[in-house]
């Protein structure tokens, strides 16, 4: 699979605002109606579909990541929905006494306080978004994932 990607593929460019990807027209062809079809010598832009894509920026600068995924796919975002748990645990031990700051749940779980205080407020994301992250939704996972980078809370009852 990989190698027959390889061969589409004249170019791949990522910038800090676009991808743009290359395609071999003739490679593209063959592959599509499973026919042979002679290489073309012609490596010239008859032969290249180019496809651009603006990438946004992300607020805070840092590094970002690209993740291709099955658009068709309905696969809920392991790490999202472990911080939901996670948050959702932390919050409970919170209001109940069980736990009497969120220093001391750091400590116990042997992460950065930061990192919990980053965590905590998607305890308060609506049932329909956990709902939703649950069931692979990409807007919802979006919201949940840009609420645990930012600490903003006032996006997570706004997506309802």
Do not use: C
Not at 7 to 13: D, E, G, N, S
Not at 35 to 53: C, H, P, T, W
Not at 67 to 96: G, H, M, Y
């Amino acid at each position: 699979m990989a190698q027959g990607v390889a061969a589409l593929l004249a170019r791949v460019t990522l910038s800090h605002t676009s991808l743009k990807i290359s395609i071999k027209r003739d490679r593209l062809l063959a592959t599509l109606t499973d026919k042979f079809v002679e290489q073309s010598e012609d490596n010239g832009r008859d032969n290249i579909i180019s496809l651009e894509a603006k990438v946004p920026t992300v607020p805070g600068g840092g590094s970002s990541k690209f993740i291709f995924e099955d658009q068709n796919a309905k696969t809920p975002d392991a790490v999202v929905v472990k911080a939901i748990a996670r948050a959702s645990i932390w919050f409970e031990q919170l209001t109940t006494g069980k736990s009497q700051s969120m220093a001391k749940i750091a400590v116990r779980e042997n992460i950065t306080d930061n990192y919990v205080s980053n965590l905590i407020h998607l305890a308060w994301l609506t049932p329909g978004i956990v709902d939703r992250v649950l069931g692979g939704d990409p807007a919802a996972t979006a919201v949940a994932r840009a609420a645990m980078l930012t600490r903003k809370s006032e996006t997570l009852w706004r997506g309802r």
